[in-house]
């Protein structure tokens, strides 16, 4: 039905740069938003940052000034560069599917990229 393929995520040394790139298919709907989530351990799942094929983008406070989604609507594929990397990015990186239209609204996740900073 809807696969997510993610790319990107690494080991990098704080202050660094890391990117993370997903592509969707299948039955992506009309209007969605495309976004990548994150989880620490001990943590709950938060939002890093989407954009929606509208053009509304959103980030966590966070990461904003640091971190810069973009997509490609031909390729179904959103770009999340990562700046000024800081040890609390630390987490494994999900890319996340919303479907709007058509509805109803379905939900899908990548299998996720792990991303280490270090000091």
């Known amino acids: 039905q809807v696969q997510l393929v993610e790319s990107g995520g690494g080991f990098v040394q704080a202050g660094g740069s890391l990117s993370l790139n997903c592509t969707a298919s299948?039955?992506?709907?009309?209007?969605?938003?495309l976004g990548w989530y994150r989880q620490a351990p001990g943590k709950e799942r938060e939002l890093v940052a989407s954009?929606?094929?509208?053009?509304?983008?959103d980030y966590a406070d966070s990461v904003k000034g640091r971190f810069t989604i973009s997509r490609d609507n031909a390729k179904n594929t959103v770009y999340l560069q990562m700046n000024n990397l800081k040890i609390e990015d630390t987490a494994d990186y999900y890319c996340?599917?919303?479907?709007?239209?058509?509805?109803?609204?379905?939900?899908?996740w990548g299998q996720g990229t792990q991303v280490t900073v270090s000091s």
């Open positions: 996340n599917l919303r479907t709007l239209i058509p509805t109803p609204a379905r939900e899908f």
């Open positions: 299948g039955r992506i709907g009309s209007i969605n938003i």
């Open positions: 954009f929606a094929t509208g053009g509304m983008r």
